[in-house]
């Protein structure tokens, strides 16, 4: 199986961390948007995208880069995030993305999520809120995450 996992880490790396646990799992390079060679990406088996939230939405630069995918027939894709605050129920982060990703022709698997040290502006003057995570416990998680994709996919 070739994957390949898409992220934008922007704030205190912790979106890489679990990217780079995912590779590892998955034997996929962590490449950013920018450096992405389209036809590799489509040769890919599996691909994943993930950033950390801003404002419950991925990073920009993450979703510009899949609006600005063309519709076609494409593998199988799943979507991570780390944030802060929790997903909600009634209006999870990640269905956004994920329906971008289906109406580019991918199948969207799976998603992951897992709290992270966040210092937006309103948490920055108490010096974030979830410092330290994502953990060991996280980043396990990531990894069995991962190990699930690849059983489920290969």
Known sequence: ??????C???SHGNTKRIADVMGNVLEAPVIAPEQIDRAE???CDLVGF???IFSTAFHPRLREFVQSLPKEERGR?????????PEVRLRPFTRPLAGLLGQKGFDVVDTFTCRAWDT???FKPVGGIRKGRPDATDLEAARRFAE?????NS
């Open 1 to 6: 199986m070739k994957a390949m996992i898409v």
């Open 8 to 10: 934008v880490s922007v």
């Open 41 to 43: 990406l489509a040769a």
């Open 50 to 52: 993930g950033s950390g």
């Open 77 to 85: 894709a799943f979507v991570f995030a780390t944030s802060g605050l």
């Open 120 to 122: 937006w502006l309103p």
């Open 148 to 152: 699930g994709l690849r059983e489920r």
